[in-house]
């Protein structure tokens, strides 16, 4: 129920004239007014044309006020508005055939038929006033959306960048066409919207989330329900409701504190030796890929030179790792060189690497820690033609690019 002056403020047409069809009442005060209807007829069909009445009212004593909705049987009952305690002032209720079902949050647009509304005012002395009156309905589209199958894919997921289990993956069935809306709330009652509502057809559907609120700053580990809501066009609601936990969630980041090439000149043959000091800055740990630091390329390898026995690429492109990446300014590739976070000494402890031989090991770089991490480069007759060139350093995180970019560039000069 919204006042007349609320609903002027908020720029809505209040409609206080109209035919009372219908009115009762007890006590010798006669407080609450006799209701006004602006539609005695409606039709919630979803098509949008006179789909919604409005049921006036004037309230001159302070008193709590109830709205119900009563079928033409007499025992069929709707609670429209559970009693309230109201000041003096104009009321208006806005009835678009849709009634609550009891025990859920889901609203349903009652059958065809004739229903009364009656409003009922009690005022503090105990004394009771009730008005009434009549409204049809007709054509009225009864069949609710319903949201069937819901899967998830983690009902524990870990959105903290190290590419396993970072998302989760959420899919249902939407048995008719409605405008559905997706957020996740927490144990205090934050609001963190997933997808803004927009309308669907019925069939299969699918989301996404990476424990973020629209893409954002990922949320605090914890419980979130998961909230699925849809609104066909008539009116009727219908929400399904699940439950996901963020575990050690955060955002991956890490920066490189210190940079050295040497020497500065060098012939062709020769070896550059590189050093790069990185710090993990970020909120969770990160893992790392190989080849592992102090491994030697010449200017004519990349990081996938490398094989296996049976041909395939050692070190490749991950979601989630880590590694120091150098490179020049006449590159074939984005830095074609790359290190992980772990020297030799770790590799003779952990040689057999994973199970699937990727060269992804368990070394982690905590929050706030260090690792130096080395290599050196051999200058090959593809550097020939050129006499001074310029190399940088930087970090790959997989999946992402190179945050930071380029970083502690030194000019070599190349002699032939």
């Not at 080849?291 to 690429?313: C, L, R």
């Not at 989630?320 to 990446?325: E, I, K, S």
């Not at 060269?359 to 090959?380: D, K, Y």
């Amino acid at each position: 129920m919204l006042t007349r002056r609320a609903l002027l403020r908020a720029g809505t047409a209040v409609l206080l004239a109209g035919p009372v069809l219908a009115a009762t009442g007890c006590g010798s005060q006669q407080f609450l007014s006799p209701l006004s209807v602006s539609l005695g007829t409606i039709t919630p069909n979803g098509k949008g044309l006179n789909d919604v009445t409005d049921i006036s009212y004037r309230l001159t004593r302070r008193a709590d006020v109830s709205a119900t909705l009563i079928a033409a049987d007499g025992k069929t009952t709707y609670v429209l508005r559970p009693p309230q305690t109201r000041a003096p002032d104009e009321y208006e209720i806005r009835f678009n055939g849709t009634v609550p079902v009891p025990g859920k949050n889901w609203l349903r647009v009652v059958p065809d038929g004739t229903y009364r509304v009656v409003v009922q005012a009690k005022d503090a002395a105990g004394q009771t006033v009730t008005r009434q009156a009549s409204i049809v309905v007709k054509e009225a589209d009864t069949t609710p959306p319903e949201i069937q199958d819901v899967s998830v894919q983690y009902t524990t997921f870990t959105p903290n960048g190290d590419g396993d289990q970072d998302t989760t993956n959420f899919d249902y069935k939407l048995t008719k066409k409605a405008q559905v809306r997706v957020y996740a709330t927490d144990a205090k009652g934050g609001f963190y919207l997933i997808r803004a509502p927009k309308v669907y057809e019925a069939s299969l559907q699918s989301f996404q989330w990476d424990g973020t609120e629209n893409g954002g700053k990922v949320l605090p580990d914890g419980p979130y329900d998961i909230h699925i809501e849809a609104t066909d066009a008539a009116g009727n609601f219908t929400d399904y409701v699940t439950r996901v936990i963020i575990a050690n969630g955060g955002v991956p980041r890490a920066e490189i504190v210190d940079v050295k090439f040497t020497p500065l000149a060098i012939a062709v043959g020769g070896d550059i030796h590189v050093q790069v000091r990185v710090r993990n800055t970020g909120t969770v740990p990160i893992k790392t890929l190989g080849p592992p630091s102090g491994t030697k390329y010449t200017t004519e390898q990349t990081f996938a030179s490398f094989h296996n026995p049976d041909g395939v690429p050692t070190y490749y492109e991950r979601a989630g790792v880590w590694r120091v990446a150098v490179g020049w300014q006449n590159q074939a590739q984005p830095f074609p060189l790359r290190w992980g976070f772990f020297g030799p000494e770790f590799l003779k402890k952990n040689s057999a690497g994973q199970p699937d031989g990727s060269g992804l090991f368990t070394r982690e770089l905590m929050p706030g820690e260090e690792v130096i991490v080395t290599g050196t480069i051999t200058i090959g007759p593809d550097m020939k033609t050129i006499n001074a060139q310029r190399f940088f350093a930087g970090l790959e995180q997989g999946g992402v690019g190179f945050p930071g970019g380029q970083v502690g560039q030194k000019v070599i000069t190349i002699g032939f």
